[in-house]
């Protein structure tokens, strides 16, 4: 017998895309450039659409570059964002793994 549990995203709860109402124009040309079915069209005609699968977003961008009016942006994770700096020489910088070239 085993249990399954969901856990929410603590990282970017419901936040992977966010739209600016105010230039979207709810063309959803961003849901159909979506590999992953993150997002659904509004059933509101000519608003943004709805994040509907935060978690399953993989951040490849491809809503971004494709709106036509650069009405949405990514909401990276908190640990992608962090940064570093050096006390040597004020160099900001990020940690690369090996996979990261
Ligand atoms: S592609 Fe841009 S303008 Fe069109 S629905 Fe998506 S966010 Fe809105
Ligand atoms: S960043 Fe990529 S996976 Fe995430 S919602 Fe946009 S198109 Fe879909």
Aim: proline share 10%.
């Amino acid at each position: 017998m085993y249990n399954a549990y969901f856990l929410p995203s603590p990282m970017t709860p419901n936040e992977c895309i966010t739209f600016d109402p105010e230039k979207c124009i709810g063309c959803n040309t961003c849901v159909d450039v979506c590999r992953c079915d993150v997002l659904m069209p509004n059933p509101e005609k000519g608003k943004e659409p709805i994040v509907m699968y935060p978690d399953e977003c993989w951040f490849c961008g491809a809503c971004v570059s494709d709106c036509p009016k650069g009405a949405c942006r990514l909401n990276h994770p908190v640990n992608q964002r962090i940064a570093w700096k050096r006390k040597e020489t004020g160099e900001i910088f990020r940690v690369k793994y090996s996979y990261m070239k």
